[in-house]
């Protein structure tokens, strides 16, 4: 994720990524690896002053939700300049048109229209290096990355066609949650936006956030007793409250029994006590920064170890290895 606003993340980023990431990393069936991505972050304005905090938020979001450096990788994406290397090795063989097709890159474009810059552009090429220089053969992604993961691997296969099989074919691995909306029902949810619910926003503010959000308006429109397909407060439910509820909730909203108030209510309850323990290891982790700066600091240094191996091996099927010509 990248290290926005202040770092710290929202609801979004947590129920469509984070939660699953630490599901994951707690299964012990992958060697997983987490990463700041602080280079990504460049592509658009920022104060230079301010990015170590943002890095830091974002670092300590990842350990306070629940990912444990003892079950996994997290790092910087900056203290690991492979990254770097590996994406522009990549770029020789992406084609322009591939790019021009990324959504991403168009809806960004239009958001940032005062630095629309080539960064901006080339955006998905560090993003398959990203996840070659570890040879990842799982990405868990929302329904948002796709695209970019597609990419991933089409750069993949020709990189591997051309040079001969170096990366092994990076597969997706869907989070179960589906796309978070923001508070307006607009748009995706983003800090940047004024539409989302920090991690670390106290019981009060969540609960004044939920009563002014969005609601499925069609239905007072069309007479229809209740759509919670369309509703993001009912999206939020079905990633937070259990499942037998939920499908109460549903029917409620479908028969007209539950009312959007009494609804927020519920998920107001639901959701701080999501929140309750997460916020209570982030002041934990607040008051012993070192934990957080530490586990960055190995995780790096693994990171790069990984890292090393993988370019000393591109550069070799690339020939960029100096060698006496042959006689």
Request: with cysteine; charged share 25%.
């Amino acid at each position: 994720m990248q290290p926005t606003g202040s770092g710290e993340l929202h609801i979004g980023n947590y129920l469509g990524a984070l939660k699953n990431w630490v599901s994951l990393s707690r299964e012990g069936t992958y060697d997983a690896l987490f990463c700041v991505v602080d280079a990504h972050a460049a592509t658009t304005e920022y104060r230079a002053a301010e990015m170590p905090t943002r890095i830091f938020g974002t670092a300590l979001s990842y350990m306070a939700a629940g990912l444990d450096p003892a079950q996994c990788t997290l790092f910087v994406q900056s203290d690991v300049p492979q990254h770097m290397e590996l994406a522009w090795y990549l770029s020789t063989v992406t084609p322009m048109g591939d790019l021009h097709r990324m959504t991403q890159f168009k809806e960004k474009s239009d958001e940032h229209k005062q630095n629309v810059n080539a960064g901006l552009f080339t955006y998905p090429i560090l993003m398959a290096a990203d996840i070659l220089l570890y040879r990842a053969t799982v990405v868990p992604v929302g329904n948002d990355q796709v695209q970019h993961l597609e990419l991933s691997r089409e750069i993949c296969r020709k990189f591997n066609a051309r040079f001969g099989d170096t990366f092994p074919e990076p597969k997706p691995k869907l989070t179960p949650t589906p796309r978070i909306m923001g508070l307006d029902g607009k748009r995706k949810m983003s800090k940047s936006l004024g539409n989302a619910i920090d991690l670390f926003d106290p019981p009060k503010v969540v609960e004044k956030k939920l009563k002014g959000a969005f609601t499925d308006e069609l239905k007072l429109q069309l007479g229809d007793p209740g759509r919670p397909e369309v509703c993001n407060i009912f999206t939020l439910h079905t990633a937070l409250t259990p499942e037998g509820e939920v499908k109460q909730i549903d029917a409620d909203c479908r028969s007209g029994a539950l009312g959007c108030g009494n609804c927020k209510k519920r998920l107001t309850e639901t959701m701080n006590a999501e929140l309750a323990p997460i916020q209570a290891r982030a002041a934990e982790l607040r008051a012993e920064p070192q934990r957080v700066l530490g586990a960055l600091e190995a995780g790096a240094e693994r990171a790069r170890s990984i890292a090393t191996r993988t370019m000393a091996d591109v550069r070799e099927a690339m020939g960029m290895n100096v060698r006496a010509p042959k006689s």
